[in-house]
């Protein structure tokens, strides 16, 4: 189903006509990679599945050719019925595909932000590639299904499925395995939580070498530490449970241990997959849901307010604002003053420090915290004398200068004005006053007093306001976004002089420049626009998190499914077990207790690891993110666990309906 309307959003020409206002070709090629993603997801899902089924099935491959069928009917009844389901299945998912088609495009487009009128998608070039690609695969199964009869020998069909008829105390190579599984995901764990020394360390290798080196090996240590944990190490913990007399001997304890080594040594491959997928679930789910908060974030950052103008640009905003009717309100307005800056940082993308030195737009302490305090996780500042904090767009990779000053020395900040005494660096903020958008680079806070006394190159009056909601505000918003492309909107920043005490700098309109005098020197517009930049942005992260959140909810389902089928298609076999039990006195209660701990530890095992996995590779990409809120993240991962405990109680439940029979009732299989 989901297959059939991802192929279908691409060729939807409502969609199409959405998609291209904006970047068509990121859309598209988003959606093929999802279509991609989730037919590979797919193949492994049923590959895994009906061999979980034909396991149990065996005997009954055997059973009709005992009796006189021929080897060429059982696998032609076998490959027919293969083949009759999937059909089945391939109809029911694309009418379902396309009843729900609609459901999924206004999603869509409500995640996008976009007001848009939409139909059914429905393609038929979405229909031929959706039936072709899965009766490929149904066809592929029927044939595997079919030929079982080929591939056994009569008396390997009636072999029961293969148990544990023993388990043997674990060994010097087991212990060993144990050791280094924790020590691989512990070393993992490490790498991913020291992110900046780390990228430091990689550095010296070479500019890639964290991405390139590090990444890759931190996922091999985890999986296969992982891989070891399910192998080894829950072997050892469940072994040394059975030799705790006083714990072991207690009730039906002794049955759930001895019952939970011989599940988890079944079904340590299930496990240990199970516990990548939901690492791989909420990794994708938290990280997108961090990349929407970024987003936010960067919003803000762009342009705090709906229209922003420097110098003699508001009087023009204001007529304009004036002849469409629409009320200028909440307006703030300030100066900043540019002069050159000298300071330097440590840097954990550098083994060397980052020399900072150009100019700096420097805003009073008063004014930054007034046009400011609207701003989340804002935190105001409070300077005595010469003290400075320094305003960056992207602040981690200074974290260790960031916490520097509590300390040790405070960083020294030089500018060129000879009458000044150097400024004492206490703190970095990464929140531009107006935006980062209205800034040539860097930004220094001062207190009121210093400011005063600075002699800049130049001074910046800068307005910003809101427009409320006026009927008209999107008409003027967009005559006005159209002009700030205009060449007669930018300026850029040109200096001279070499050293850094002779250097000047001043701004060149980019209507005074030739177009290969423009590059390589910073630019700004006087009219900076927050919807259009807000729309994009909240088009293309809305995509990107509608697209996770339909795969992570697949994997989510697969995941659950995977342990469920493995327990539920192995409870046939353990029904004598149970029912010699009830004989010797064990309560239907106590045997329900005991499978549902011993079912709890199954599932709860995977969830945990995979939890814990995520977090780091989570903390990793934060770091990247310049640590925005995880708030988000943090409540949709614990949503996930909600759903796949969900999964937990049915399974106890169907487990227990299972093998909890009243004796009565029993039949001897």
């Known amino acids: 189903m989901l297959y059939f309307v991802f192929t279908a959003m691409i060729h939807n020409a409502d969609l199409k ?36 089924f034909i396991k149990k099935r065996k005997r009954e491959f055997g059973l009709y050719n005992l009796l006189g069928v021929s080897k060429r009917n059982i696998g032609l009844l076998f490959f027919s019925e293969s083949l009759a389901l999937g059909v089945i299945a391939l109809v029911i998912g694309l009418t379902l595909g396309v009843l729900l088609s609609k459901l999924f495009a206004m999603l869509v487009l409500r995640m996008m932000q976009v007001h848009a009128n939409t139909n059914f998608l429905f393609s038929w070039i979405a229909v031929r590639k959706t039936g072709f690609v899965f009766l490929g695969l149904f066809v592929l199964l029927g044939l595997l299904n079919g030929s079982l009869i080929y591939r ?22 087991t212990y060993l395995g144990a050791i280094l599984s924790i020590l691989m995901i512990a070393t993992g764990y490490l790498i991913s939580y020291q992110t900046g020394p780390t990228i430091r360390f990689s550095a010296v290798i070479g500019p890639n070498a964290y991405l390139l080196g590090m990444v890759p090996l931190i996922l091999l240590l985890v999986v296969l530490g992982t891989y070891g944990f399910f192998k080894f190490f829950v072997e050892i913990v469940l072994h040394l449970a059975q030799r705790w007399r006083r714990f072991y001997y207690h009730g039906m304890r002794i049955v759930g241990i001895s019952n939970l ?28 849901s961090m990349v929407f908060t970024y987003n936010q974030d960067l919003i803000k950052g762009y342009a705090p307010q709906d229209v922003t103008a420097l110098n003699g640009q508001y009087q023009q905003l204001q007529q304009q604002a004036q002849a469409a009717a629409v009320p200028l309100k909440d307006v703030h307005t300030t100066q900043l003053k540019t002069m050159g800056a000298s300071f330097s940082l440590r840097s954990l993308l550098n083994q060397h420090q980052v020399n900072e030195s150009g100019a700096a737009t420097i805003v009073s302490q008063s004014a930054y915290n007034r046009i400011n305090r609207h701003l989340a996780n804002f935190h105001p500042v409070h300077l005595k004398g010469n003290q400075t904090v320094a305003i960056l767009d992207f602040i981690a990779i200074f974290k260790g200068d960031a916490q520097r000053p509590r300390k040790r020395r405070p960083i020294p900040v030089r500018l060129r004005q000879a009458n000044l005494p150097t400024l004492q660096l206490i703190g970095l903020s990464n929140q531009f006053p107006y935006g980062y958008g209205a800034f040539f680079g860097n930004g220094l806070v001062v207190s009121d007093q210093l400011f005063a006394q600075l002699q800049p190159d130049f001074t910046d009056t800068i307005y910003s306001a809101d427009l409320g909601k006026s009927p008209n505000k999107s008409k003027l918003l967009s005559r006005l976004n159209q002009q ?5 909107h930018k ?27 423009r590059i390589g020197y910073n630019d700004r517009s006087t009219l900076l626009i927050q919807r259009p930049f807000a729309r994009d942005s909240h088009a293309s992260f809305g995509f990107l998190m509608y697209i996770v959140i339909l795969l992570s909810l697949i994997f989510m389902l ?13 409870a046939q076999g353990e029904i004598g077990q149970y029912q010699t039990l009830k004989k010797i006195g064990v309560t239907t209660p106590e045997i329900r207790h005991s499978l549902y701990q011993q079912l709890l530890l199954v599932f709860l095992l995977p969830i945990l690891v ?16 310049d640590n925005p809120s995880s708030t988000l993240a943090y ?20 487990y227990n309906r299972i093998v909890n029979r009243p004796i009565r009732t029993h039949s001897v299989y």
């Open 17 to 52: 006509r959405v998609f291209a206002k904006i970047d068509h070709l990121y859309f598209e090629n988003l959606l093929e990679f999802a279509s991609l993603t989730l037919l590979l997801f797919m193949v492994f899902f049923l590959f895994y599945s009906n061999a979980l």
């Open 635 to 654: 409540v949709i991962c614990g949503l996930y666990i909600v759903v796949y405990s969900g999964f937990y109680l049915l399974t106890a439940r169907a």
């Open 152 to 173: 056994y020998r009569l008396v390997d069909l009636f072999k029961p499925s293969e148990e544990l008829k023993g388990i043997a105390r674990p060994t010097k190579g």
């Open 261 to 288: 080594v011989y599940r988890v040594k079944r079904n340590a491959n299930a496990l240990w997959l199970s516990t990548i997928l939901s690492a791989v679930t909420i990794t994708a789910i938290g990280s997108a």
């Open 491 to 517: 300026e850029y920043l040109r200096s001279n002089g070499a050293a850094f005490n002779q250097r000047t700098y001043r701004v060149v309109p980019a209507t005074q420049l030739k177009e290969s005098e």
């Open 610 to 625: 995979g939890t814990l996995h995520a977090y780091f590779v989570i903390h990793m990409l934060s770091f990247y993110l």
């Open 484 to 488: 700030s492309d205009q060449a007669d």
């Open 558 to 570: 697969a995941t659950g499914s995977i342990i469920m089928l493995k327990q539920l298609t192995e």
